[in-house]
């Protein structure tokens, strides 16, 4: 009766092993693509991070939301990195500005270390890219891209906090809405795989 346990439970463990790793082969953290259209490769981390102006969630009430994700660009060898920023401003909603206000210039903040950066363009051509890379929370979310270099975005894997603040005479603050370890985790990778 053991033996028979015993194979059942090593038979159950491999198919379990063998989904996970095909769950993983499916899914990769760092995702490479050929855009059809420009014949640059893109390549981008599979999770962005969430970032709002409160770390407490309610969803009864109405709140600012930053996605913010790395993207490299290759032409023929010349490699550019950019920070895709998906923006649900709520304030820019109310307003008729095409772009909402302060996110021109923003600073983050990894660690304890700074860092500006101004916007390079407010759709995918600024980059070179045909397509959207990330999905946005919401449809009527803003895409933002600014250049940055691969140390910044090393920086955003290794500190244990991260902040946004927006420009502008009314600047605001956003924080990681919650403990985003499979961003992080999906960040880092796209470090390594950047570094090779």
């Known amino acids: 009766m053991f ?4 194979r059942s439970s090593t038979a159950i463990l491999i198919a379990l092993v063998s989904i ?18 420009t014949a640059v490769t893109v390549t981008r981390s599979r999770t962005p991070f969430i970032m709002s102006s409160d770390t407490l969630f309610d969803p009864k009430t109405p ?4 996605q913010i994700g790395a993207i490299e660009v290759n032409r ?24 909402p206000g302060g ?12 860092f500006p950066v101004d916007v390079h363009g ?13 999905k946005k929370l919401f449809s009527s979310s803003v895409d933002a891209y600014y250049e940055v270099t691969l140390e910044n975005i090393q920086l955003l894997t290794e ?4 902040k946004l603040r927006t420009s502008g005479s009314s600047p605001k603050e956003f924080v990681l809405l919650y403990r985003q370890n499979t961003a992080r985790d999906d960040l880092a990778e796209f470090v390594i795989t950047a570094l090779q």
């Open 3 to 6: 033996v028979r346990i015993r």
């Open 20 to 37: 996970l790793s095909a769950c993983a082969a499916a899914n990769p953290a760092v995702v490479e693509k050929l855009d059809d259209v």
């Open 63 to 66: 709140r600012d939301y930053v």
């Open 76 to 99: 023929m060898g010349n490699l550019k990195y950019y920070l895709w920023l998906g923006i649900s401003d709520l304030d820019h909603y109310a307003s008729a500005d095409r772009h």
């Open 103 to 114: 996110y021109e210039a923003i600073i983050l903040t990894a660690g304890g270390e700074e």
């Open 122 to 134: 407010w759709t995918q051509d600024a980059i070179g890219i045909s397509k959207p890379v990330y």
């Open 159 to 162: 500190a244990d906090s991260i």
